[in-house]
C-alpha cells in the first residue's frame, strides 16, 4: 500500500532515535509489539499519559498498560509473587500481562491505574519495541493504537486511520506477528483472574498457572474496564456462527469449507490455523467494514488454543453498542 502519511516512518535506528526524543519530550509515538500497535507515552508523565487518554477518546476510568524492555526495571515499581515471578520467567518478553500492585514508591503515573491500586505491566517481545523501550529508558504507558472501542490496529496505515495527527510519530515494521492483544491475568488476589483471553494460548497459561483462572462472571461488577462488552468493534454490524452470507454481506470465513455467494469473502485461514486466524483478524475486520456492507457475517472458530481470543474479539465486535456513557456500565 502506498503510504502518504508523513506521520509514518520505516523503524531504522535513526527513526527509533527520533521517537526515544519526542517520548522524552512527553509526545506521543505508536510503535509496533508483537500483538498489535500501541500508543506510547512516557509512562511517569502524567501530562504525556493525559495525552494518550485524550488522542483515543478513551475514557479514564480505563487503566493502561506500562511496557518495560527488561522484567527487572518492572520489579521496581510493582509486586512479584511467586506466581508473578513464575509466569514473568515462563512468558517474558511476550504476550501476556500482568496485574500487580503498586509499590508505594511506584514511579508510574496514577493515570495508568485510573484510581485502582493495581498496575499492569508487560515486556513485549519485539525488537523495535525492545530497541525504543532501551532507548528511552522509561517504562511507556501503551494502549492498542485506536480510537476507544474501535479495532485495535496490526499494521502502522491503520494506526494513521485511527488516529491520524493526534499522534507525533508512527514507527512501521510491517505486521503484527500475533495480530491479538495480549492476555490480561489479575494476580493481585488470592486467586488469579483472566481479564482478557489473548496472545497467549489460554491452555499454556492454565498450564503455567497450575490452575484454571476465575473469569468475570456476567453479572460481575468490571474489574478490567476493558472488559466493556461492546469493543473491538466495527462500523458494520456483525453476527456470529454464521453458516453462510447473505448476497448483501461479507463473510469472514475460517477454514476450507466455506460457501459461496457473499458480496465478499476474506478467509482468516483456509487451512484452519488458528495462529494464522489470530494474524489476520483485526486487518480483515477492517477491510470488511471499509466495504460499505450492510453487515458482516463471521463463521465460527474453534475453541481452543487462540480461537479463545478469536471468539471473545468477535463476539464483542458484534456486542450491541450503547452510546459511550462513562459512568453507566455495570
Ligand atoms: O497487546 C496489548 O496488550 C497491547 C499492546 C500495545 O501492548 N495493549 C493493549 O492495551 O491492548 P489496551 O489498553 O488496549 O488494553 C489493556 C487492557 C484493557 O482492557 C484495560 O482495561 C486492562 O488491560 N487493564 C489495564 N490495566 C489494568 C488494571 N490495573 N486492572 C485491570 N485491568 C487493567
Ligand atoms: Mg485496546
Known sequence: MSDPSPRIRRSDPEAIAEAAAILKAGGLVAFPTETVYGLGADARDDAAVAGIFAAKGRPRFNPLIAHFGEWEAAEEDVVFDARAERLAAACWPGPLTLVLPRRPDCRISLLCSAGLETQAV????????????????????APSANRSGRISPTAAQAVESELGKAVDLILDDGPCRIGLESTVLDLSGERPRLLRPGGLPLERLIDLLGEVPEARAANAPLASPGLLESHYAPQTPLRLDAAAATAEEGLLAFGPDVPAGAAMTLNLSPSGD??????????????????????IAAMPVPEQGLGHAIRDRLRRAAAPRPAPAPHSTP
Request: aromatic letters at 4%; proline letters at 7%; charged letters at 20%.
Open 122 to 141: 508487560r515486556v513485549p517481545d519485539q525488537a523495535v519495541a525492545r530497541a525504543l523501550l532501551r532507548s528511552v529508558g522509561r517504562p511507556l504507558a
Open 274 to 295: 488458528l495462529t494464522e486466524a489470530a494474524a489476520n483478524l483485526f486487518a480483515y475486520l477492517r477491510r470488511l467494514d471499509a466495504a460499505g456492507l450492510p453487515a
